[in-house]
């Protein structure tokens, strides 16, 4: 039986494809708050990072226009965007499989909590998880360190969230980083939105190309 107890899961670039939904909503932003024509495509940057934060960033915006952009961004998301995805292969059965060797599972995003639970229950994997963690609509908690947690103190009474037998899967580097800074491990997924020579910078404990990379790995560890 592993060691690990609970499976932390991101969402974005880790579960899901959400690249269509986030990039067309954030062109979508800045066509009706700037009048600024970006295709899709060149947007991929806003995948993973807080949104007011990289909206700022990119069009050189001061806090009160990168609110109205996440405003205009959320306006399209909530209104169909957020289903524009994909589950990635084999994420159903990693989950079922981890669930069957006895592991609690927890959601830990930056996307809106709301947000996550529609996408969850979209795709009917929802009932799959003991704790949905993530930000809030007012751009609080929005550091995945406070997600990861926040999900850990919240999680039902069941579920082990001792540091040691929990880990973080995650593309992003910013997933690893702050799972250790929780005092977890964490494990790369190199088919997500980061590029591989920026995970080869952090410390994670193993680096998976596809999910059942992932369950194999967390099976094996003792």
Do not use: W
């Not at 964490?186 to 020579?197: P, T, V």
Request: aromatic content about 10%; glycine content about 8%; charged content about 25%.
């Amino acid at each position: 039986m592993s060691k690990y107890k609970t499976v932390l899961f991101d969402l974005d670039g880790t579960l899901i494809d959400s690249s269509p939904g986030i990039t067309t909503s954030a062109a979508y932003a800045m066509k009706k708050v700037l009048g600024r024509i970006e295709a899709p495509s060149t947007l991929k940057c806003f995948i993973g990072p807080p949104l007011r934060e990289q909206f700022m960033n990119f069009c050189g915006a001061d806090l009160e226009t990168g609110t109205k952009l996440v405003s205009a961004y959320r306006e399209y998301y909530s209104a169909g965007g957020l289903f524009e995805c994909s589950l990635y292969d084999g994420v159903p059965e990693l989950l079922d499989n981890l669930r069957n060797d006895g592991c609690s599972i927890l959601l830990a995003t930056i996307k809106p909590e709301v947000f996550a639970k529609r996408i969850l229950e979209h795709f009917s994997i929802d009932s799959k998880f003991d704790y949905i963690a993530g930000s809030n609509l007012d751009n609080t908690r929005t550091v995945k360190y406070e997600v990861i947690c926040y999900a850990l103190e919240n999680a039902p009474e069941h579920c082990c969230v001792e540091p040691g037998k929990c880990v973080m899967v995650g593309d992003s580097p910013h997933d690893i980083t702050h799972a250790n800074k929780a005092g977890i491990d964490g494990i790369a997924a190199l088919y997500g939105f980061s590029e591989k020579k920026l995970l080869d910078e952090v410390p994670a404990v193993a680096m998976c190309s596809n999910t059942e990379e992932i369950y194999e790995y967390i099976k094996s560890v003792k």
